[in-house]
C-alpha cells in the first residue's frame, strides 16, 4: 500500500515563473491539504481539498492556488514566484483520522 | 494569534535514557495535538496524537502528555535509540478534528549519542 506520493522531488525556478507541484494520497484518503515548510521551521497549513472543493485556507496569497482530481489527487500552483516561496512543500493526506505526509518537493527560486 | 512552540531547540541525550520533549499551545480551542517525527530530507511522520478530553496516551516507547490548565504537551520516548535522531514538531488542530489544519511549532532536535 503506498503512502502519500509528490511528484517532482526538487525543482528549481527563477524568480517571476509558475511551478505546479502534484500529489497522490495515500490509498483510502479523500482529503489533501498543503503546507510550507522554511527551512529550519514548522509547516504552515497553505489550504485543503476535500470533494475537489478547497475546503479551508491558510494565510497565503492569491498566487497559491490549488486543484483536486476526481480520483482524490491534487495540484498545487504558485504563481510569480518569489525568492521567499523557496521552501519544501509538503502534501498531507487524510480520511476521517490523521493526516499522513509525503516526503515533500523542494523548490528553490533563483 | 495561533502559535505552538517548543521549550528547547535541541535535546541530546545517551543512547538508552528516556527523553522528554516539551511543547507549549495557545489555543485553547484545539481538540487535537499530535506529535510528529521528521528525520533529513523526509516529510514529517505521524507518532502519536491525543484527543482534549485525555491527558495521558501510550504508543509503542512513547507517551504523550497533555496538560490543558497550563497548556502543555510533552512526548516521553523511552530507551531512546541512534534512530530516533530527528526533528520533533507539536502541532494542534483548529478545532475543526484531527484531519483539518495543523498548526506546526519551531521543532525541537533530538541528538541521541552512542
Given at each position: 500500500?503506498?503512502?502519500?506520493?509528490?511528484s517532482?522531488?526538487?525543482l528549481?525556478?527563477?524568480?517571476?515563473?509558475q511551478v505546479?507541484?502534484?500529489?497522490?494520497?495515500?490509498?483510502?484518503?479523500?482529503?489533501?491539504?498543503w503546507y510550507?515548510?522554511?527551512l529550519?521551521?514548522g509547516?504552515?497549513?497553505?489550504?485543503?481539498y476535500?470533494?475537489?472543493?478547497?475546503?479551508?485556507?491558510g494565510?497565503?496569497?492569491?498566487?497559491?492556488?490549488?486543484?483536486q482530481?476526481?480520483?482524490?489527487?491534487?495540484?498545487l500552483?504558485?504563481?510569480?514566484?518569489?525568492?521567499?516561496?523557496?521552501?519544501?512543500?509538503?502534501?498531507?493526506?487524510?480520511?476521517?483520522?490523521g493526516?499522513?505526509?509525503?516526503?515533500?518537493?523542494?523548490?528553490t527560486?533563483? | 494569534?495561533?502559535?505552538?512552540?517548543?521549550?528547547?531547540p535541541?535535546?541530546?541525550?545517551?543512547?538508552?535514557?528516556?527523553?522528554?520533549?516539551?511543547?507549549?499551545?495557545?489555543?485553547?480551542?484545539?481538540?487535537?495535538?499530535?506529535?510528529?517525527?521528521?528525520?533529513?530530507?523526509?516529510?514529517?511522520?505521524?507518532i502519536?496524537?491525543?484527543?482534549?478530553?485525555?491527558?495521558?496516551?501510550?504508543?509503542?516507547?512513547?507517551?504523550v502528555?497533555?496538560?490543558?490548565?497550563?497548556k502543555?504537551?510533552?512526548?516521553?520516548?523511552?530507551?531512546?535509540?541512534?534512530?530516533?535522531?530527528?526533528?520533533?514538531?507539536?502541532?494542534?488542530?483548529?478545532g475543526?478534528?484531527?484531519?483539518?489544519?495543523?498548526i506546526f511549532?519551531q521543532?525541537?532536535?533530538?541528538?541521541v549519542?552512542?
Amino acid at each position: 500500500d503506498a503512502g502519500v506520493t509528490q511528484s517532482p522531488t526538487h525543482l528549481i525556478k527563477t524568480r517571476g515563473q509558475q511551478v505546479t507541484l502534484r500529489c497522490s494520497p495515500k490509498s483510502g484518503h479523500d482529503t489533501v491539504s498543503w503546507y510550507q515548510q522554511a527551512l529550519g521551521q514548522g509547516p504552515q497549513f497553505i489550504f485543503q481539498y476535500y470533494e475537489e472543493e478547497e475546503r479551508q485556507r491558510g494565510n497565503f496569497p492569491d498566487r497559491f492556488s490549488g486543484h483536486q482530481f476526481p480520483n482524490y489527487s491534487s495540484e498545487l500552483n504558485v504563481n510569480a514566484l518569489l525568492l521567499g516561496d523557496s521552501a519544501l512543500y509538503l502534501c498531507a493526506s487524510s480520511r476521517e483520522a490523521g493526516q499522513y505526509f509525503g516526503p515533500g518537493t523542494r523548490l528553490t527560486v533563483t | 494569534g495561533e502559535s505552538v512552540g517548543l521549550h528547547l531547540p535541541t535535546l541530546s541525550v545517551q543512547e538508552g535514557d528516556n527523553s522528554i520533549i516539551n511543547c507549549a499551545y495557545s489555543n485553547s480551542a484545539s481538540d487535537y495535538f499530535i506529535w510528529y517525527k521528521q528525520e533529513s530530507g523526509k516529510g514529517p511522520q505521524f507518532i502519536i496524537d491525543i484527543r482534549s478530553n485525555m491527558d495521558k496516551r501510550q504508543g509503542q516507547r512513547v507517551t504523550v502528555l497533555l496538560n490543558k490548565t497550563v497548556k502543555h504537551l510533552s512526548l516521553q520516548i523511552a530507551a531512546t535509540q541512534p534512530g530516533d535522531s530527528a526533528v520533533y514538531f507539536c502541532a494542534e488542530t483548529d478545532g475543526s478534528g484531527n484531519t483539518g489544519k495543523l498548526i506546526f511549532g519551531q521543532g525541537t532536535t533530538l541528538q541521541v549519542k552512542p
